[in-house]
């Protein structure tokens, strides 16, 4: 007894193997203009600022103990993770080839970290729910592109998530409005 799913019938291999060949050249037109090895160290730069501006501002919030961890040591180990993998690419980096150019959607990421480094001087102010929930709004809609339901739905659905982890289930400090 032959299992249909796997056998294929005469001629579907050949329809198969059309379909990844279109497929490929498709996803080979819109694959943006490869890049050299400066766009690696350039990256890896920029994340390494990023980090260490990072862990910069989380020693700032002040990081506790492992009993008892204050509102900066997430943000400090998810830093370290960062400056460690940019100094990976940084010594690496240079001799990979599949870095791809600059372009107008390489922005992007920069925002999200611009509008992320927001978030870290809002929150003293305004509280963990007002700017967290901003953030989601900012980065689903307008970088994501997702439609405005769908942007509300799981930016409500974060920030509560967020908020019963960090103050019920961590009893992380944050600063908060309720």
């Known amino acids: 007894m032959s299992d249909e799913r796997t056998t294929p019938r005469a001629g579907e291999g ?22 050299g090895p400066a766009y690696q160290v350039v990256a890896a730069l920029v994340t390494l600022a990023i980090g260490l501006l990072g862990a910069v501002l989380a020693q700032g919030y002040g990081l506790g103990s492992l009993e008892r ?15 460690v993998l940019s100094l990976t690419l940084l010594l690496v980096g240079r001799g990979l080839r599949d870095s791809e150019r600059f372009s107008r959607a390489s922005v992007l990421p920069l925002v999200g970290v611009a509008t992320f480094i927001a978030l870290a001087f809002l929150i003293p102010t305004l509280g963990f729910e007002i700017p967290a929930f901003l953030l989601c709004v900012v980065w689903l809609r307008f970088l994501g592109g997702e439609s405005w339901r769908s942007t509300l739905a799981v930016s409500l659905g974060t920030v509560a998530a967020f908020y019963a982890l960090f103050l019920y289930g961590l009893r992380i400090p944050l600063p908060h409005l309720f």
């Open 69 to 83: 961890p204050g509102p900066g040591l997430w943000p400090m180990v998810v830093s370290v993770v960062i400056v």
């Open 14 to 35: 050949d329809i198969l193997a059309e379909l990844e060949a279109e497929v490929a050249h498709e996803l080979e037109e819109h694959r943006p203009a490869a890049g």
